[in-house]
C-alpha cells in the first residue's frame, strides 16, 4: 500500500527523502543534498539530528531492477571483502512509499573526480592499486552466463558475447544522437570500424566479473584513501579494461591528468594489445559522451549544450583514434 497522497509512477522529491529519512530514522532531518552526479535515480545525502548521516536512495518504479540489483550484488560482493555500504533499508518494489527506496550507510568523503585536483601521484597510485584489488575480488565470482551488464545471474540482457555488448553500447549511443541531432552520427561509424576490425581480441574474452562503474564517480575517496565503492546495482561480465576506459573518458572531458591510468594498468601489468584496446574502449565512451549532450535523462530540462565542450569532446575522439592508428 503506498502512504496518503503518493501514486505509483511519481517522480521521488527530496520532500520524500525528507519523509522517508524520518520515517526509518525517528530523528528530524536538519541538512540534506542531492547528488549531482546521476543520470537515472535520486540520492540524497541526509543528515539527522541525532548525529547519523544516511544515503537516501530513490527511483522511479520502472528502475526498480536496478535497486534489486544493488541488494543482489551487496549480498556477494560485500562477504568478499569489496567495501560496500552497509544496506540499511531495502524496500525495491516500491510498495511501502509508491516508488523503490533504498538507505545506506554514509560512507566518508567525496567522489574520486571530487578530490582528484587535490591528490597527490603517490595518492592516486595507492588509490588506483586499492581499486585494482577490488575488482580483483569481484573477479572471484563465478563466470557469468553470458556477457555484458546484470542485475543477477539470471539477467536475460546477457548476451552470447562480448562484441555485441560493445555493438549495443554504440548502438544505443546512434539512437540518441538521432535523436537530438547536435552531433553528425558518423563518429558512432568510426569507432564501429575500429571495433569491428578487433573481433579476433573480443572472441578471446571470457565472461570475468567486474564492477563497471568504479571510476571518477562511486569511488569514493577520504584524505587521499579509499573510503569505499557505491552505487553497484549491475555488474558487467566480460574485459574489465572497460573500466579504466571510462575512468579515462571522465578525467580527459574534465581536463585532469591521467596519471592514475597509468597507475591502473601498471598494476595489471597490461601488455602493448591490452592498452591499444583500453584506448578504443576509451573512444566508444567519448561517443557516449557525445549522444549525451541535449538529453534530459531525469533532469527537469536538458543542460544547454556547450560548444566548447562540443569541441573538447570532438578533440578528445579524434586524439584517441589517432592514437589507435599510431
Known amino acids: 500500500m503506498t502512504d496518503a497522497g503518493m501514486s505509483l509512477g511519481q517522480v521521488p522529491t527530496e520532500h520524500d527523502a525528507v519523509r522517508i529519512a524520518s520515517e526509518f530514522t525517528g530523528s528530524t532531518v536538519v541538512s540534506i543534498r542531492r547528488f549531482s552526479t546521476g543520470l ?25 531492477d536496478a535497486f534489486a540489483g544493488a541488494v543482489y550484488w551487496s549480498d556477494r560482493l560485500r562477504p ?10 531495502a524496500d525495491t518494489t516500491g510498495e511501502a512509499h509508491g516508488f523503490p527506496v533504498l538507505i545506506l550507510e554514509r560512507l566518508p568523503g567525496v567522489d574520486l573526480g571530487d578530490a582528484y585536483p587535490a591528490l597527490t601521484a603517490e595518492q592516486k597510485r595507492h588509490i588506483a592499486e586499492q581499486v585494482v584489488g577490488v575488482q580483483r575480488l569481484a573477479a572471484t565470482l563465478p563466470p557469468g552466463n553470458g556477457f555484458g551488464y546484470a ?12 562484441k555485441d555488448v560493445l555493438d549495443a553500447h554504440l548502438e544505443r549511443s546512434r539512437r540518441q544522437i538521432r535523436a537530438v541531432e547536435i552531433v553528425d552520427e558518423v563518429v558512432v561509424e568510426r569507432v564501429q570500424h575500429e571495433v569491428d576490425a578487433r573481433r579476433a581480441y573480443f ?22 584513501r579509499l573510503s569505499g565503492i557505491v552505487d553497484v546495482d549491475v555488474v558487467c561480465f566480460g574485459d574489465a ?4 576506459a571510462l575512468t579515462q573518458m571522465a578525467l580527459l572531458n574534465l581536463g585532469y ?5 597509468d597507475a591502473w594498468l601498471h598494476t595489471l601489468s597490461a601488455t602493448r594489445e591490452q592498452r591499444a584496446i583500453m584506448t578504443l574502449y576509451t573512444a566508444t565512451f567519448c561517443v557516449d559522451f557525445l549522444a549525451e549532450l541535449g538529453q534530459r535523462f531525469n533532469q527537469d530540462e536538458a543542460r544547454p549544450v556547450e560548444p566548447e565542450r562540443l569541441r573538447r569532446l570532438m578533440a578528445i575522439l579524434d586524439y584517441l583514434l589517432q592514437t589507435l592508428g599510431s
Not at 535515480?41 to 528502475?63: I, K, N, Q
Not at 579494461?241 to 579504466?244: E, G
Open 40 to 64: 537515472a535515480h535520486y540520492v540524497y545525502d541526509v543528515l539527522v539530528d541525532d548525529g547519523r548521516a544516511v544515503v537516501v536512495r530513490l527511483t522511479r518504479p520502472e528502475w526498480k
Open 203 to 224: 572472441e578471446r574474452v571470457e565472461p570475468v566479473c567486474f564492477l563497471d562503474d568504479t571510476t571518477t564517480k562511486n569511488v569514493i575517496v577520504a584524505d587521499g
Open 257 to 261: 591528468d591521467d596519471s592514475y591510468i
Open 241 to 244: 579494461l572497460r573500466t579504466p
Open 151 to 162: 542485475h543477477s545471474y539470471d539477467d536475460p540482457a546477457l548476451k552470447p558475447n562480448w
Open 80 to 89: 568478499l571483502g569489496v567495501p560496500l555500504p552497509e544496506m540499511i533499508f
